[in-house]
């Protein structure tokens, strides 16, 4: 027992003095929100440091350290991203007799949007907005379907107040009896037009970048019916859609449902906005330091609820969950919850979440259902206090 304990304690005495293995990268999901990184734990390897430089550069810069190799932690997702921007990315392994640097893997971080749209285009013309900043900046591709010119995709861009023109395109042999589809791939400058599952168009501008809402424009004595509308994103996950099935229309601040579509007639931009009446809020998240506040029903930054979270360490008396509503600009406390029992440790790593931080076992998951709330704590009112439709614009990747 004693020889082989001798013989245990020499060999980690050897490997003390020897550099660690070299690990190996890989690239997940790469998007607006971040770039995930993976990596094969390395023999004899203390602790991690991850370093990334744009494309094309010499100088590489830390952007995370110190993963200790007996935390687990092998999975990394940077979210100090610039979409459209390319990447290299390295992970070196290090102890105390040396450090081995990984492979150089390459990533770009996607972001943009596909539009899906079946159209009925009564007369005139039907405008397909997106990348909607405010009413003066946004892309606009009109669909023109007057007879004497034949139809055509006319591709605009308006920036500060005013459109430009950025092509012309036939499009006779794609467009069939009506209703037609359009589909609108935008990601990053790139912009790419399907009609009737015919690409018709590839182009690329940078005058606007992802982000912004979607809509429609139609002006004067054109008129057009929108049946089906399908935003997802780059994934494939989607973002909204909608068959307008109803009679109200409560997600565009102008036009009406009637017969499954949405009809426009003249109305001028058309902007998608979210009008959310009860739902249910579910989150996981890490403290990192004293609270965390979690905001919904927001009319603006003065009205709004708050549950606000106290971690047990600033909190002598443990972990609080404490409710506030926002009206007219000043903050008034609820009530207090002792939730020291329900919160988990945010001390252990582990692979279970991936984060522009370290990943953590033991989140935090909390869940509101505002009807809940409501009928639960009816002094309280929720929908009494900020009402629960509220609106505002819907911003898209």
């Known amino acids: ?48 440091t991850i370093y990334r430089r744009e494309a094309g550069t010499s100088s590489w810069n830390t952007i995370e350290s110190g993963f200790s190799e007996a935390s687990f932690v092998s999975d990394y997702t940077d979210i100090s991203v610039t979409p459209g921007t390319d990447y290299e990315y390295k992970v070196t ?25 079946t159209f009925t285009i009564v007369n005139e013309k039907t405008g397909f907005c997106f990348r909607i900043k405010d009413t003066g900046n946004y892309y606009m591709w009109r669909v023109n379907a007057k007879k004497s010119r034949g139809p055509y995709l006319r591709p605009h861009v308006k920036s500060g107040g005013s459109f430009s023109l950025l092509g012309e395109i036939d499009i006779s042999n794609e467009m069939g009896s009506s209703p037609n589809k359009i589909k609108i791939e935008a990601k990053n400058s790139s912009i790419t037009t399907w009609i ?51 009679t109200d229309n409560p997600h565009f601040d102008a036009g009406y449902c009637n017969g499954a579509a949405l009809i426009l007639d003249g109305t001028g931009l ?62 008034m406390i609820l009530d207090n919850f002792d939730i020291s029992s329900e919160m988990g440790s945010p001390r252990t790593l582990s692979k279970s979440r991936r984060t522009g931080r370290r990943s953590r076992r033991g989140l935090t998951v909390l869940k509101l259902t505002t009807a809940a709330i409501r009928r639960s704590h009816p002094e309280r009112s929720v929908s009494g206090s900020l009402p629960p439709n509220e609106r505002s614009s819907m911003t898209l990747p």
């Open 1 to 48: 027992m004693v020889r082989g304990t001798l013989l245990q304690a020499k060999r980690l005495q050897a490997e003390a003095t020897i550099a660690p293995d070299t690990p190996t990268l890989s690239t997940g999901d790469e998007g607006a929100a971040g770039i995930e990184l993976d990596w094969n734990h390395a023999r004899r390897a203390k602790s991690y």
């Open 93 to 117: 392994a290090v102890n105390s007799a040396g450090s081995a640097d990984s492979n150089t893997v390459s990533a770009t971080a996607d972001a943009g949007i596909v539009i899906e749209d």
């Open 196 to 246: 009737n599952g015919t690409q018709v168009d590839q182009r690329t501008d940078s005058t606007f970048g992802p982000g912004g809402t979607i809509g429609y424009r139609q002006v004067f004595d054109e008129h057009a019916n929108h049946h089906d509308l399908t935003v997802t994103d780059l994934r494939g996950e989607t973002v909204y859609e909608d068959s307008f099935d109803r």
């Open 270 to 331: 058309v902007q998608l906005t979210e009008q959310w009446d009860d739902y249910v809020f579910e989150t996981d998240f890490d403290i990192v330091k004293r609270n965390a506040g979690i905001c919904f029903r927001i009319q603006d930054t003065d009205n709004l609820y708050m549950w606000q979270v106290n971690r047990d360490s600033y909190k002598e008396n443990g972990s609080i969950l404490q409710p506030h509503v926002k009206q007219g600009g000043s903050w």
